[in-house]
C-alpha cells in the first residue's frame, strides 16, 4: 500500500511559479513510478508529467514542456512538480499518482492517488 498526499498548491499570479510536493508512505515507494495529473471543473483528467522509479527517466506532456519539470527524492520518498511561467489554463485540481509499473498517460492504470491540491492562476 501506499498513501500519497500533495501539498504546495495556492494562488498565483500569471508568470509566477509554484512547487508542488507528494509525500508518499510506504517502504516501497522507489519501486513505483510516479506521475502528476491534473484536473479541471469540467474537463477529464489529464496527464502532465511522469517520473521512473529511479528517476532516469522522465515524460512530459507537450502543453508544459519548458515550463514544469518533475524530479523525486526516494530518501525522503518524495515527488516534486516545479512549475514555472503559470497560465490561467494551468488553474486545476492537482494530483500525483503511483504505479508499479512504468509511466503511462492514462489515469485508469495507475495504482494509488493522493487527494489533490488546488492550484489557481490569476491572469
Known amino acids: 500500500q501506499v498513501q500519497l498526499v500533495e501539498s504546495g498548491g495556492g494562488l498565483v499570479q500569471a508568470g509566477g511559479s509554484l512547487r508542488l510536493s507528494c509525500a508518499a508512505s510506504g517502504r516501497t515507494f522507489n519501486s513505483y513510478a510516479m506521475a502528476w495529473f491534473r484536473q479541471a471543473p469540467g474537463k477529464e483528467r489529464e496527464f502532465i508529467a511522469g517520473i521512473s522509479w529511479s528517476g532516469a527517466g522522465t515524460r512530459y506532456a507537450d502543453y508544459v514542456k519548458g515550463r514544469f519539470t518533475i524530479s523525486r527524492d526516494n530518501a525522503k520518498n518524495t515527488v516534486y512538480l516545479q512549475m514555472n511561467s503559470l497560465k490561467p489554463e494551468d488553474t486545476a485540481v492537482y494530483y500525483c499518482?503511483?504505479?508499479?509499473?512504468?509511466?503511462?498517460?492514462?489515469?485508469?492504470?495507475?495504482?494509488?492517488w493522493g487527494q489533490g491540491t488546488q492550484v489557481t492562476v490569476s491572469s
Open positions: 499518482a503511483a504505479r508499479n509499473l512504468g509511466v503511462v498517460y492514462t489515469p485508469v492504470l495507475y495504482d494509488y
